[in-house]
């Protein structure tokens, strides 16, 4: 091992360096390791790592995915520059050195910027100006974080986007959203079919809720509907008859009509 001032590049035995917990990223993809691997092994690892002095060794800042292909290459010693940066700078820098590569996963990212604005103790607005990014845009990102960790791993399996993920998230009602994602993930439903199909689940959900069951809780409506049904069939020629009996448990109401005249459809016999 060799040192140096700050911002000189240094040789590092590789097992002295170890990952930052603050990474946001979670998962590497293994086929762009080996190439990475391949490539360190015949070029040599052409951007150092970035690495801070901790306790019984050095901590990455920026690089982890570099230092993994470096392991993977066969390397003993690696590249870096040695920062004297704090544990909260360190962990900044490694959040936004990853929200800045583009193939970071969504939910990841999501992860990374809520980290970033505890960090900094700052706003969206204000973390969205220091990221290059719109309010509008980190604010959909953050609400990706309202997904349950099943829903996430279900919509990174499938293959599923942001603007998937963005739909799901207009549901609201957990048991129809994880209904809603098999669905998508089964059908393998594009953007514009899950908007769709999002919208026509929310349409049918409002209509349910808006179908009202009208209750009549007054005695008063039913019998004046009997009388109605008495006096239509006075009009149509039928002799119907109502007769009520009140006693002090019960309203009784007998409705009569003529067996003759109900068997002759309301004609009378000649």
């Known amino acids: 091992m060799f040192f140096s001032d700050k911002n000189r590049i240094v040789q590092i035995d590789i097992n002295s360096i170890h990952p930052n917990p603050a990474q946001p990223r979670k998962s590497f993809n293994e086929q762009e390791l080996l190439a990475l691997s391949r490539s ?3 070029n040599g690892l052409l951007q150092p790592i970035t690495v801070r002095r901790v306790a019984g060794g050095y901590e990455i800042v920026a690089g982890e995915r570099r230092l993994r292909a470096c392991k993977m290459a066969g390397l003993e010693t690696v590249s870096c520059i040695v920062t004297d940066c704090s544990q909260e700078d360190s962990a900044v820098l490694a959040m936004t050195e990853n929200l800045q590569r583009q193939d970071l996963q969504i ?3 999501a992860e990374g910027i809520r980290r970033l604005i505890e960090e900094w103790n700052v706003t969206q607005e204000e973390a969205a100006a220091r990221l290059g990014k719109s309010q509008s845009t980190l604010a959909n990102k953050m609400r990706l974080l309202k997904l349950s960790e099943a829903e996430r791993a279900k919509i990174m399996e499938a293959g599923l986007t942001e603007r998937h993920a963005r739909a799901l ?9 994880a209904k809603a994602l098999d669905e998508i993930i089964e059908r393998n439903m594009n953007v514009q079919q899950t908007d769709t199909y999002v919208e026509r689940l929310l349409s049918g959900k409002k209509k349910d809720k808006n179908r009202r069951i009208v209750v009549v809780k007054d005695v008063r409506v039913f019998l004046n509907t009997i009388n109605h049904a008495i006096e239509t069939m006075k009009k149509s020629g039928i002799n119907a008859q109502t007769v009520k009996k009140e006693s002090e448990d019960y309203i009784e109401c007998i409705v009569r009509i003529p067996k003759t005249e109900a068997t002759a459809g309301g004609k009378k016999p000649a």
């Open 40 to 42: 360190i092994r015949v």
């Open 107 to 109: 939910f990841e990212e």
């Open 169 to 177: 998230l207009r549901i609201n009602d957990e048991k129809l959203r």
